[in-house]
């Protein structure tokens, strides 16, 4: 059995000798390496079939086989011999290569459809007519099932543009955020080169300084020196510290600018949401107002018509239900408040959501520019100090104080 070699897509070169190989369908199995183009099965028990036209007919990209080049003729009597399979077989691949690509496209979907937080209110009226514990008594009402459906399409109608309308909006705040990013990204690079250029600038300076103290005999000069060395250092940690200063007000004018659009697109994804639960909650109304008027217009007919009920031959247990007037009344209102109640904790839990994820990535940008200043901030500190150290260290050999 040819096992594991699935995720091996780039192999170009595949000696299989000498083994324990029996059957053709485990060559065919390399048709999953589309860069194969080097074989080798000889002394394998296959060979005593017709695997050399099998191998040659069924991997296409295959030329040389027992490293032996395959020639021209070779090829077109192998396909020839295995036309009808490689057919069939061909089908069935683009089959499944379509199938996956499928799959693919609907899971990225899926992706973008949870990322922009539409999951739950893409099944808000299965879930609402699930937990509905009147619809078994409403589902007895002969004229119910006419307007729930058309209560249902024009509910999915108006979710469908909802959605639409949610994932142009998601994919244009991501696009936002993704040019933030990267507009951050080059800032925060080109202030690291200033940075590292500034300090191994001052390092040099050092290394020189050392040095020359470390070249005299005069223990004035060498004072002087560690004194002009101590004021360089107090210039460089100034100019430095000075750089993250303007580093950080750049990055505040760049957030600033960026939370101006940013907020001006959450503002246009809360309007959108706003307007489809309103017309939600309308649709929920409307169907609710239809059934409200036919259950009046039936218990009218049923207990007030002359003679008693003339109509249509009504069900044992609807029957039972019309007996209690306001029963039946409080089941079609339980029933829409519940509706109303899923509609209304649906926009909650998007709109906190939303909330959160947005305030997340404005969040986030500015945790990780705080780290950052934090951290060079503490690499500043680090030269500081290791630079006055030198300094004291070498202020002790002249027994002199360290300068100030």
Not at 241 to 251: A, K, Q, V
Not at 337 to 360: A, S
């Amino acid at each position: 059995m040819i096992e594991g070699l699935d995720s091996c897509v780039a192999l170009n070169a595949l000696s299989l000798g000498n083994n324990k190989i029996k059957e053709l369908d485990q060559v065919g199995c390399l048709r999953k390496l589309p860069k194969l183009n080097v074989l080798n099965l000889d002394g394998n028990p296959l060979c005593a079939l017709d695997y050399k036209n099998y191998s040659i007919a069924y991997l296409k990209h295959l030329k040389y086989l027992d490293y032996s080049l395959i020639t021209s003729d070779q090829k077109e009597k192998a396909e020839d011999s295995y036309k009808d399979d490689l057919v069939e077989l061909i089908e069935k691949e683009n089959l499944e290569q379509r199938a996956a690509e499928f799959e693919r496209n609907q899971e990225e979907k899926m992706k973008d459809v949870k990322a922009a937080n539409l999951l739950k209110v893409d099944k808000m009226l299965v879930d609402m007519l699930k937990d509905d514990t009147e619809q078994s008594k409403l589902q007895l009402l002969p004229f119910y099932n006419k307007f729930l459906e058309e209560y249902t399409e024009q509910h999915v109608n108006r979710l469908e543009k909802f959605k639409a309308d949610m994932l142009a909006l998601h994919f244009d705040m991501e696009a936002e955020t993704s040019a933030i990013r990267e507009a951050l990204a080059e800032m925060r690079a080109e202030d690291t080169e200033s940075a590292i250029g500034m300090t191994n600038h001052f390092l040099t300076v050092r290394k020189n300084a050392i040095e020359k103290f470390e070249n005299m005999h005069d223990p004035t000069k060498q004072k002087e020196l560690l004194k002009t060395l101590k004021s360089k250092l107090e210039a460089s940690q100034q100019e430095l510290m000075y750089h993250e200063i303007t580093g950080l007000d750049s990055f505040g004018e760049m957030m600033k600018s960026f939370e101006i659009t940013y907020t001006a697109k959450k503002g246009q994804v809360i309007n959108t949401r706003q307007e489809f639960f309103r017309e939600i909650e309308e649709l929920e109304t409307t169907f609710t107002e239809k059934i409200r008027e036919e259950v009046q217009g039936l218990l009218s007919e049923f207990h007030d018509a002359p003679g008693g009920y003339q109509g249509p031959k009504l069900d044992d247990d609807l029957v039972i239900l019309l007996q209690e007037k306001e029963t039946l009344l409080q089941t079609v209102n339980g029933s829409n408040d519940l509706h109303v109640g899923k509609i209304v904790g649906m926009e909650d839990e998007m709109r906190e959501q939303f909330n959160k994820r947005t305030t997340h990535t404005v969040e986030t940008m500015k945790n990780e520019q705080r780290e950052i200043n934090r951290m060079r901030v503490l690499e500043i500190k680090s030269l500081e100090k290791e630079t006055q150290e030198m300094i004291e260290d070498k202020a002790k050999l002249l027994a002199i104080p360290p300068p100030r």
